[in-house]
């Protein structure tokens, strides 16, 4: 078995152990995001519709992988995942396995913990053994790799121990979970995504999007909220290089940003990107739209008055 796989299966059983990580082992980079994200924390169903993705091809962040399941169910398959956290493959076939056998219903008790099944509850059911039992066989028929992962969490480690250790908290109550992805919003999408998703093969790219070379150019790029955490300039650089991987015509979201509309007015306290003026000045030849849209604060209070925004570039 390759070195590169047992020395991440030791650092997840130690992030289940309460150990801490040892990140310049596992990866120069991945800082405080070796937790992976359980869910977006995006409103994708704010954006998605923006972008056409049918029969194109997407390049995506996103360790919860719900960037990409939601454009499998738009009828996108050629996806490229990059993400800096390591278990993002893993955690994708989990929940592709998921998908394909287990019920709506009990795919949100198996992967929801925080605010589930109430706001202020715990789930400890989450990542319960019963619906692992249901869904392991078609993991390893997925990929065998994931499945030896998760497989050897689920026995040495408490199954929900896992859930909460390698996780990040940053997750929303199911009532919002629900509204911004579009294959969770009912039943009837989770079915159309059970079909969808079963021959997708997503490609996996583990590194920092600023450093990784691509080999190829797509038809759409998402880079989440990726932007918040760099200066202008670090984006400035992060969207030249990347304009390069974007076909004619293609978009590319360079940045979402939490209750924000176009005239908000910038705190010092914030993150450079939200200082808009100035970002407009030095993107400039990229903002092509900027589009908003009901925020997840929206979405948790019922206000449609409460909203995130994109900023895309169209080639
Ligand atoms: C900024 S985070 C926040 C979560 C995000 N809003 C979502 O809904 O998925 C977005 C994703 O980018 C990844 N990430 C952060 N910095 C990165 C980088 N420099 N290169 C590649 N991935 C990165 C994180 O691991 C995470 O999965």
Redesign the pocket.
């Known amino acids: 078995m390759d070195k590169r796989f047992i020395l991440l299966l030791r650092n997840a059983i130690n992030l289940a152990n309460d150990k801490l990580m040892n990140c310049h082992e596992v990866s120069e ?2 800082g405080k ?1 070796f937790w ?2 359980p ?4 409103n ?1 169903n704010g954006y998605i519709d923006l972008f056409n993705l049918k029969d194109r091809s997407l390049l995506t ?4 992988s ?2 990409a399941i939601n454009a499998i169910l738009k009828g996108c398959s050629d996806i490229t995942v ?4 390591p278990f ?1 493959k893993y955690y994708f076939n989990l929940k592709k396995a998921a998908i394909l056998t287990l019920s709506y219903e009990e795919f949100f008790k198996f992967f929801c913990y925080v605010d589930y099944p109430k706001v202020f509850k715990y789930n400890y059911d989450a990542f319960n053994y019963g619906s692992y039992v249901k869904l392991k066989n078609i993991l390893k028929e997925l990929d065998e790799k994931s499945f030896l992962f998760w497989d050897t969490l689920f026995d040495v480690c408490k199954p929900n121990d896992v859930r909460r250790k390698l996780f ?1 908290n ?1 997750e929303e109550r199911l009532s919002v979970i629900k509204g911004i992805n579009p294959y969770l919003k009912d039943e009837n999408m989770y079915k159309k995504t059970k079909i969808k998703i079963e021959n997708i093969n997503l490609k996996f790219i583990e ?4 450093k ?1 070379k691509l080999e190829k150019t797509y038809d759409n790029i998402f880079l ?3 932007g ?2 760099y200066s202008l300039e670090e984006n400035k650089t992060l969207i030249d290089k990347l304009e390069n991987n974007l076909n004619d015509n293609g978009k590319m979201l360079m940045c ?1 940003l939490y209750q924000t509309v176009r005239d908000t007015k910038y705190r010092e306290e914030w993150n450079p990107i939200y200082n808009l003026d100035k970002t407009f000045e030095i993107l400039e030849d990229y903002v092509t739209y900027f589009e908003s849209f009901q925020g997840i604060r929206g979405l948790m209070f019922e206000d449609k008055n409460i909203k995130d925004s994109v900023m895309i570039y169209k080639k």
């Open positions: 980079e991945c995001f992976i994200y869910f977006t924390n995006e994708i962040t996103g360790s919860s719900d960037q990059v993400d800096i956290n993002t990040s940053d590194g920092d999007i600023f990784i989440s909220n990726i918040t955490y979402y």
